[in-house]
């Protein structure tokens, strides 16, 4: 057999830099897209912030404060961007509840009733969420009681959603392993490291017992890994 007709070995596919430019084109244009540019800058505002106060020893300086202050514009933006998103949700909520009547098999029922656990945490997060926004504005005041359970609540059921939301990936996995689907096993794999990175930022934000650092850090990872499933992964 010659050298030509031998098969040659494939070539890693080039970077596509006009195709990533117009992904985050069309992902600013989207609520979704503005939220996780919002989400980026708040726990990278954060991550510096806290690394700055550590390298300060401890000490609250002016460049942490001006940090802070940036990176908690951008939560309240995000907390402003994530208004009306119950009726999505309540969409979402009613075809998974449409599917777990119309199947038999136990192995779907448990993966839908996890995918409907994880809607319902959703809604109350948001719920309290849209609560701290409020507050934040004026109504309450934020050294108040009321606001600092309020805030403990919203990381809690979050921290609790990450757990819901583990094992429903778990099954996604599993599957796409069955049908040998490298590009989705992929995925799902970045989900889950996206999962426990949610899971570490909301339990350093409900119980604040890790170094904030880290808390925002995987923060700050766990974003990056969604900006790269939109704009790479796509």
Known sequence: MSLSSQKKP???KPFDEGKV??????LMGTAAGRDNISRLMAYSFGFFAHTLKKLSFGKETEG???LRAFGGAFANLRKLLRFFKHKALFLRLMLWVDKLKKTSSSEEQVYIALKITSEILNFFYFLTDHLIYIQRLGAFSADS?????????????????TFVDGFALSIDLKNSMKTKDSLNTF?????????????VTAFGFSYETIPMQTTYLAGVVSTLITLYKKLILV
């Open 10 to 12: 494939e070539q890693a």
């Open 21 to 26: 430019f117009k992904g985050v084109i069309n």
């Open 64 to 66: 942490y404060g001006k």
């Open 145 to 161: 009681q009321w606001y600092q359970w309020n805030v403990f609540l919203s990381d809690f059921i979050w921290f609790i959603q």
């Open 187 to 199: 995925k799902l794999v970045l989900s889950h490291i996206q999962n426990v990175c949610d899971s």
